[in-house]
């Protein structure tokens, strides 16, 4: 195939794209977009590839066609997999260098986006933003895609004897594709943003947009295709992010985008063709693989150590880019310009390369699971066997996304004719539940939870981004909340939400005044938890990061924040307006309690306080218990 540097060009505006998306530069929130950009081009390179080779020998030669990937892919990933692992091993603990590596292991399999569906873990537990390797899914996607399209699209040539029938039977398979990845995305969209049966489309209308140019030529009015194609890739970008709807439906967008520059840019008209395939835009595009390889490491490491930085940010960006720089002026571009006799043994490197580095990769993070012999019998760090959880998790109270069904749990001792409060909110209410239980049962009180993650009490739908849609049963279950509490009639109600919801003052005001005025009554107290901080870290991995052993009494400022700097002021003060609209409503203020002195650590007193980002371990609530029952008008008196 002819070179055009107008594609790599595209890489270019693709890869800029999902840069500024994963940086947090406000305005790109669509940033990721620009992995459906990369899509296409590979559908459409190596479909033209392999067009070339039937026309002209009649067969597939899968050898050397998978060399060429194994050159491509193969070394930068060894790379930079393996500088990460041993930053890593350099910068974090153990527990967190165990969990990378496992991921990483994952992903030198080519199977990153497997994982990525099958590790959904619980959302008291690690989110898949953390993950050193999270961007290897998308290479994944691709190698798998590599693995059946050439088989097809040669069956399919076969059969229909040459590209001018096979250019109407692939697009109509795409269209099929494209269908069903709507209708994955909108019944699972977590698998569907990772899976390749959903994205097999996308590759496949790069390859239809190979096969246009290949039998039609190129088009009319193409100046005025390149610039629709690049204000559609730039529109999804700036104009959508994961909250707007059906990603796979809204991809349609820089996807088509994508397709008119590849087809546009044939005729080499100037404007946007010339533009980009000018010296810097091809440039960027030709390091683009390695930008991406290197970018997500490096802003995750830097996360880690300058939480909340934009220098630190800044800082990962270009280290990343120079990284790509020099990966590709000695290392990617002598491999790939070497050419074999015999692929076969290329190949075979690359199979055994890939076993070598997952083997490798999963003895790192088998090794980094076990502690130092210095901790005797206990294979835990003993910061890690400080985390405590509040016991009603274990209750089977949670459905969290599953279902809406609601399940009170009724504490027990629980005695006819004793008052009764209710607990009710998601797990930032929750975790105030080992302190609520014990000051209440002192006062003689029922106690009864009603708690689902992940749901405020605030009677207004939102967008959920870790199942990828409205978060629906949220919904329902506040209904069947407020509908328990007007038939059982607590005396008392405690209400709770983390203030990380995406909602603004108007929301926030009026949707809790709307849960507020279903469940008031005469002689009900209903208090409203405000809430904690969430730190722009992980506490307890902070701690184990900095200390071989539990501190006795230690402040370290490496775990601290200013309170003032990620306190939840903005709902608070919402939350205490709805309150006041209503009579025995009212607002608990909690974030003094979690951080005195106006500092935010994650170990205060000999003790720990987060659990991780934004969850309180539960024996730090019974510490702080008198203060919080002061807040609520209880004794506390002793047992």
């Known amino acids: 195939m002819t070179y055009r540097a107008d594609i790599d060009g595209l890489r270019a505006l693709a890869i800029v794209l999902v840069v500024l998306g994963h940086a947090g530069v406000p305005g790109f929130g669509g940033g990721f977009f620009g992995v459906d950009v990369f899509f296409v081009i590979s559908g459409f390179l190596i479909t033209g590839l392999l067009v070339d080779e039937f026309r002209t020998t009649g067969r597939f030669d899968a050898a050397r066609f998978y060399e060429r990937r194994v050159k491509r892919l193969l070394p930068a990933f060894a790379i930079v997999m393996v500088t990460t692992l041993v930053l890593a091993a350099i910068l974090l603990s153990p527990a967190e260098l165990a969990r990378h590596a496992k991921e990483a292991a994952w992903a030198a399999a080519w199977m990153a986006n497997i994982h990525q569906v099958w590790s959904d873990t619980s959302y008291f537990g690690e989110t898949r933003e953390s993950g050193l390797f999270l961007h290897a899914w ?19 040539w076969r059969l229909a004897r040459g590209a001018a029938t096979v250019h109407r039977v692939v697009p109509l398979a795409t269209v099929l594709a494209f269908l069903w990845g709507v209708w994955r995305a909108h019944v699972d969209p977590v698998s569907a943003y990772f899976l390749p049966d959903a994205r097999a489309w996308q590759l496949m209308l790069g390859a239809c947009a190979f096969l246009w140019v290949d039998t039609q030529g190129a088009p009319s009015h193409a100046r005025r295709l390149c610039l ?127 076993i070598a580095m997952a083997l490798i990769a999963l003895q790192v993070a088998k090794s980094s699971s076990v502690e130092p012999v210095r901790q005797l019998e206990s294979s835990q760090h003993p910061i890690q066997a400080m985390v405590t959880f509040p016991e009603i998790y274990d209750a089977g109270c949670d459905d969290w ?15 006819e004719g004793s008052p009764t409060v209710v607990i009710a909110g998601d797990s930032i209410a929750l975790q105030w539940f080992p302190a609520i ?25 939102f967008f959920y981004e870790r199942i990828g849609r409205e978060y629906t049963e949220c919904g329902e279950w506040r209904d069947a909340v407020i509908e328990f509490i007007r038939e059982t009639r607590p005396e008392r109600v405690v209400l709770g939400s983390a203030g990380s919801y995406p909602f603004g003052e108007s929301e926030w005001t009026e949707g809790t005044a709307e849960v507020l005025s279903e469940i008031v009554a005469p002689e009900r107290r209903i208090d409203i938890l405000g809430p904690s ?103 506390t008196a002793g047992p």
């Not at 546009?264 to 010339?274: A, D, K, L, Q």
């Not at 395939?277 to 970018?295: F, I, N």
């Not at 996304?401 to 399940?407: R, T």
């Not at 720990?608 to 024996?619: G, K, Y």
């Open 138 to 156: 998308s290479l994944s996607v691709e190698e798998q895609f590599y693995l059946l399209w050439p088989i097809l699209l040669l069956a399919a």
């Open 228 to 354: 629709l194609g690049l204000f559609l890739i730039v529109f999804a970008a700036v104009g959508f992010d994961k909250s707007s709807g059906n990603l796979m439906l809204l991809a349609a967008i820089p996807t088509l985008g994508a397709v008119l520059l590849l087809i546009g840019g044939t005729e080499r008209n100037g404007g946007v063709n010339r533009a980009l395939g000018s010296r810097w835009p091809a440039l960027v595009g030709r390091v683009s693989y390695g930008w991406y390889l290197w970018h997500w490491p490096a802003l995750v490491l830097a996360a880690l150590l300058f939480p909340a930085s934009i220098l630190g940010v800044a800082a990962a960006v270009l280290a990343s880019f120079v990284l790509a720089i020099a990966m590709y002026r000695w290392i990617e571009s002598p491999i790939r310009k070497r050419r074999s006799d015999d692929p076969r043994p290329v190949v075979l490197l690359g199979v055994v390369g890939s």
């Open 401 to 415: 996304y599953h279902s809406a069904d609601l399940k009170p749990c009724f504490v027990s001792p629980f005695s």
């Open 437 to 461: 239980r014990s000051m209440f049962q002192r006062n003689g009180w029922n106690i009864v939870v009603l708690t689902k993650s992940a749901c405020a009490m605030v009677d207004r739908p």
């Open 533 to 635: 901080p969430t730190l722009p870290f992980d506490g307890l991995a902070c701690m184990i990061r900095h200390h071989p052993e539990a501190p006795i009494d230690v402040v370290d400022s490496r775990c601290t924040v200013p309170l003032a700097d990620v306190r939840w002021t903005d709902v608070e003060r919402w939350l205490a307006v709805a309150a006041e609209r209503f009579p025995g409503v009212n607002f608990i203020e909690t974030s003094t309690i979690v951080c005195p002195g106006g500092i935010c650590s994650a170990w205060w007193s000999g003790q720990l306080v987060f659990r991780d980002t934004q969850h309180l371990n539960a024996d730090f609530t019974v510490g702080v218990e008198a203060d919080l029952a002061a807040r609520l008008g209880l004794v």
